[in-house]
């Protein structure tokens, strides 16, 4: 299986943060946001549920910008064999 090596870039790891400690930010948002920043650092890549997760974000209308930006840093450092 192929690794891809991308890591989450500064602009999104600071966005990932902000969304953490937003306690309006809904579950979804600070999912999304932990997984991009533990793939900050490091060689950690999106696994298969969160990619779901991220791939139904991105195709729904009702998701916030913010919601879907941090899905597509996601999606851009999963498997790309998936």
């Given at each position: 299986m192929a690794k891809n090596?991308?890591?989450?870039?500064?602009?999104?790891a600071k966005l990932a943060a902000e969304t953490l400690q937003d306690r309006h930010a809904s579950q979804i948002a600070k999912?999304?946001?932990?997984?991009?920043?533990?793939?900050?650092?490091?060689?950690?890549q999106t696994g298969a549920a969160m990619e779901d997760k991220a791939a139904r974000v991105l195709a729904s209308e009702h998701s916030a910008d913010l919601t879907k930006q941090l899905?597509?840093?996601?999606?851009?450092?999963s498997n790309k064999e998936r």
């Open positions: 090596t991308k890591q989450t870039s500064a602009q999104i999912s999304l946001a932990a997984s991009a920043l533990a793939q900050s650092s490091g060689s950690k899905a597509a840093s996601v999606l851009a450092q």
